[in-house]
């Protein structure tokens, strides 16, 4: 058990230009969240997936932001046309299906702090 | 809608014993997680309560009430690694879709 990574820690990018971050969960797991923090206040709901099943995205996220896991494994979240509001820390998480080991409680990558500038 | 509510801050003294409340109002309910977030670093699992009633675990307890849409956590014997944020979560769906309260920032004085 590795653990969940998430690349690259650190994005600094221009207003207007597309980013893409990657998520790697723990391999048993079959759920994977994306969350936003920004400081003061708590990770705030992305979207999720179940193998390679997206099964909700956030009413709050616009058209711009898209996330993918193609294979039920890594997983992409996409920002398009970034703007200075988008400037966060990007959590990815994973977790078990409750009853399987564990209570579904999640593990969090490290996430990539994006500065659009 | 969702809304958790959490005290911003708390301080307490090492050695002590502090509890942190959440109260939530959240459509859905399938149990409730308590996180610890070190400044910098990654929210990490500290309990699960689905029934109510207190969950104990080492040094940290956490307690349930459905009907009063309540959680309180409890830390005993307070350590300076302590000061951190604890940040209350729940689990709306069955598909463990959560939804998070903005955290106490506790600190910990000698």
């Known amino acids: 058990d590795t653990g969940v990574s998430q690349d690259p820690r650190h994005k600094i990018t221009k207003r207007g230009q597309n980013v893409t971050f990657r998520c790697d969960p723990i391999?048993?797991?079959?759920?994977l969240y994306w969350y936003r923090q920004t400081l003061g206040q708590g990770p705030e709901f992305l979207t999720y997936?179940?193998?390679?099943?997206?099964?909700?995205k956030s009413r709050l996220l616009s058209d711009r932001f898209s996330a993918e896991r193609p294979k039920g494994s890594f997983s992409t979240l996409e920002i398009q046309r970034t703007e200075q509001g988008d400037s966060a820390m990007y959590l990815c998480?994973?977790?078990?299906?409750?009853?399987?080991?564990?209570?579904?409680?999640?593990?969090f990558g490290p996430g990539t702090r994006l500065t659009v500038t | 809608g969702q809304n958790i509510d959490q005290p911003t801050e708390m301080t307490a003294t090492e050695g002590a014993i502090v509890q942190i409340n959440c109260t939530y109002q959240t459509s859905g309910f399938n149990g409730l997680f308590w996180y610890q977030q070190h400044a910098g670093e990654a929210p990490t699992f500290l309990s699960y309560n689905v029934l109510d009633g207190l969950e104990e675990k080492g040094r940290f307890s956490s307690f349930l009430s459905r009907s009063k849409g309540y959680s309180y956590l409890l830390l005993k014997e307070l350590q300076m690694k302590d000061s951190a944020s604890y940040l209350c979560?729940?689990?709306?769906?069955?598909?463990?879709?959560?939804?998070f309260g903005d955290g106490t920032t506790l600190t910990v004085k000698p």
């Open positions: 391999s048993e797991h079959n759920r």
């Open positions: 979560a729940v689990v709306n769906t069955n598909a463990g879709k959560s939804t």
């Open positions: 997936f179940q193998n390679e099943a997206q099964l909700e």
């Open positions: 998480a994973s977790s078990r299906p409750p009853g399987t080991s564990g209570r579904g409680e999640q593990y």
